[in-house]
T-cell receptor
């Protein structure tokens, strides 16, 4: 079952912050985050494992709350290069299911 | 260079004509999978393989077949394509099935008319 992402889209000016949320109806042991730029393949950002560990990639960080079955991705001081569609992925046994994606547009 | 290679990148075919999309990885990964990407629906897993000769259904397996005879290759077969299989397809591989980064191929844009 696909996780649910929100919002569907967000528009930012350079330097602004944004949060993307990912939730699941099933118990989570890990959450993946990927970014896909237009016309390209998805690229790995980070994996968060059960335990609430926060991770970072450039000025992009994420948190994972397994009790609430949620993860959040934080885009801090956004740059033009952050534009793209962000997907969260959740593992269920050996299946990896992705959310519908959040399209982020960063404008100068 | 570590990579996942899909072929062809673009394909237009007619309803009912069998086709195969190839996927190959050079990273000695155990886990491989196929996804389709449609607007508003994100990436949906079609099939996955945990190792050679071990495959299982993802969320949307109907109308597709796969095989894993060698570790590096994981072809996607459409025995009788239909227009609703028009989509962007991605192959991905990872070291193992759990908690590891997935590497994606460049995608295959399939149009079935």
């Amino acid at each position: 079952q696909q996780p649910v992402q929100s919002p569907q889209a967000v528009i930012l000016r350079e330097g602004e912050d944004a949060v993307i949320n990912c939730s699941s109806s099933k118990a989570l042991y890990s959450v993946h985050w990927y970014r896909q730029k237009h016309g390209e393949a998805p690229v790995f950002l980070m994996i968060l494992l059960k335990g609430g560990e926060q991770k970072g990639h450039e000025k992009i960080s994420a948190s994972f709350n397994e009790k609430k079955q949620q993860s959040s991705l934080y885009l801090t001081a956004s740059q033009l290069s952050y534009s793209g569609t962000y997907f969260c992925g959740t593992e269920d046994d050996y299946k990896l299911s992705f959310g519908a994606g959040t399209t982020v547009t960063v404008r100068a | 260079e570590a990579q996942v290679t899909q072929n062809p990148r673009y394909l237009i075919t007619v309803t009912g004509k069998k086709l195969t999309v190839t996927c190959s990885q050079n990273m000695n990964h155990e886990y491989m999978s196929w996804y389709r990407q449609d607007p508003g629906l994100g990436l949906r897993q079609i099939y996955y393989s945990m190792n050679v000769e071990v495959t299982d259904k993802g969320d949307v397996p109907e109308g597709y077949k796969v095989s894993r005879k060698e570790k590096r290759n994981f072809p996607l077969i459409l025995e009788s394509p239909s227009p609703n299989q028009t989509s962007l397809y991605f192959c991905a591989s990872s070291f193992k099935g759990h908690f590891t980064e997935a590497f994606f191929g460049q995608g295959t844009r399939l149009t079935v008319v």
